[in-house]
């Protein structure tokens, strides 16, 4: 009778460790999609800014201002926002190399060292 109560709390165990471990990777699945609607934003964003730069930058070129000031207003709104699309793009680019189940796969690691047979 011992040994099946021990096989039943042995069970019991494995199921509350998986259960735990499925909260995890619930939780982390959020978090994933909430970062990729972010980075979505971001990538639209700076789409838009690179648009916007194109833009505005022949609509300078068109305005009336004096001649000698064109050249160096359509230059200037065309560099800001480059830069601008071009820090959009690397931030997109850094929240995009995150590792998705970071958390679970170390915790997963660290309970497999755990049932490791000791010497």
Do not use: N
Not at 72 to 89: E, W, Y
């Amino acid at each position: 009778m011992g040994l099946l109560r021990s096989a039943q709390e042995l069970l019991a165990t494995v199921l509350g460790l998986a259960r735990t471990r499925l909260e995890l990777l619930s939780v982390e699945m959020q978090e994933l999609l909430a970062r990729l609607v972010l980075i979505m934003i971001g990538a639209v964003a700076a789409i838009l800014l690179a648009a916007l730069a194109l833009g505005f930058g022949a609509l300078a070129l068109v305005m009336a201002v004096p001649a000698e000031h064109r050249v160096a207003v359509a230059a200037g709104l065309a560099i800001a926002f480059i830069v601008a699309a071009a820090f959009i793009g690397w931030w997109v680019r850094r929240e995009a190399k995150a590792r998705p189940f970071a958390t679970s796969l170390a915790e997963l690691k660290h309970d497999a060292e755990a049932l490791e047979p000791r010497e």
